[in-house]
């Protein structure tokens, strides 16, 4: 079989790691994990030959080193060698372990047993080409900002089924899908989920299916926005967004037109130093922040209308 992924080895500073997610990702790789190695993380992440040259990978050690440097840390190093597609497909995986996150979730790999017993919600995840794993800083926030935000509902909303009654969620760049899962665990009645990526829409079908979610809960549809205006009967409850800062800033607009009075929101994949441009952004069109949560060098901004 031919050899057409870039296998990427980064040795790095364990405070590094989020910021090296968030760049593999921007940059395109299918599937990343991590371990600790002593004092040290050690990434892996797959990138396509098609789409990625040896001058690229060059660039890419460049910007990792830069993005150390901003933050004072040490450079990482960064390694590559071809492997072919099964290897690709299969190799990653064997880093990639049951991980809690918040009070109530536990992300499990849908190829590893579930635990034989545990109190926690479990989300099976095999995010395949997407993005999120539960690994970044960015999903953690979201999800903790999903336990807040529906363990907060009056019990009066909450119908005989458990289900937070007729609350209607949108997650918008929904990648593998985990934040629209972990949504509907926490008991919302139905989330829309869209990405531009149609292999982030398969995935989020597919998790949904290993999670035995009824597909009348969950409706994943390729596009943004302006996808979901056609979706929607009526504007939603609550929104999660994990994308990239200026995406957020773009869409806000759209956002707020699919908003009630009282919608909250959730938005994440924001560098801190960018925590000011999307808050004003978001003041701008009516809305208000209520809380920053950061990790690292990320926040997540739990807004509602004003």
């Known amino acids: 079989m031919a050899n057409t992924w870039w296998e990427l080895q980064i040795s790095c500073e364990p405070d590094l790691e989020d910021s090296i997610f968030w760049r593999l990702e921007d940059f395109g790789c299918r599937g990343t994990a991590s371990e600790n190695k002593g004092n040290s993380s050690f990434v892996r992440a797959y990138l396509s030959t098609i789409q990625t040259q040896l001058l690229d990978l060059a660039a890419l050690s460049l910007l990792l080193r830069q993005d150390a440097l901003c933050v004072g840390l040490s450079s990482p190093s960064l390694q590559w060698q071809l492997i072919d597609e099964e290897d690709w497909a299969t190799s990653w995986k064997q880093y990639w372990h049951p991980q809690e996150i918040g009070d109530h979730f536990l992300i499990n790999p849908a190829w590893l047993p579930l635990p034989e017993t545990t109190e926690r919600l479990v989300i099976r995840l095999d995010p395949g080409v997407a993005f999120g794993t539960g690994n970044h800083a960015t999903t953690q926030l979201c999800l903790e900002s999903l336990e807040m935000r529906l363990s907060g509902v009056p019990q009066s909303f909450v119908g005989t089924s458990g289900k937070h009654e007729h609350l209607v969620i949108a997650d918008i760049g929904c990648g593998s899908g985990i934040l629209s ?126």
């Open 181 to 306: 899962i972990g949504a509907l665990l926490l008991g919302a009645e139905k989330v829309y989920a869209v990405d531009n990526d149609p292999l982030a829409v398969q995935s989020t079908i597919s998790n949904a299916a290993l999670n035995d979610i009824n597909p009348e809960r969950l409706l994943p549809a390729l596009g943004s926005v302006d996808v979901l205006t056609k979706l929607l009967q009526n504007p939603v409850d609550g929104i999660v967004c994990n994308i990239l800062a200026h995406v957020i800033i773009e869409l806000i607009p759209e956002m707020s037109a699919i908003a009630k009075p009282d919608t909250w929101a959730i938005f994440s994949g924001i560098l801190l130093e960018q925590s000011k441009a999307v808050a004003d952004a978001l003041e701008e069109n009516g809305w208000v922040v209520a809380t920053l949560w950061k990790r690292k060098e990320w926040c997540c901004l739990n807004v509602r209308r004003s």
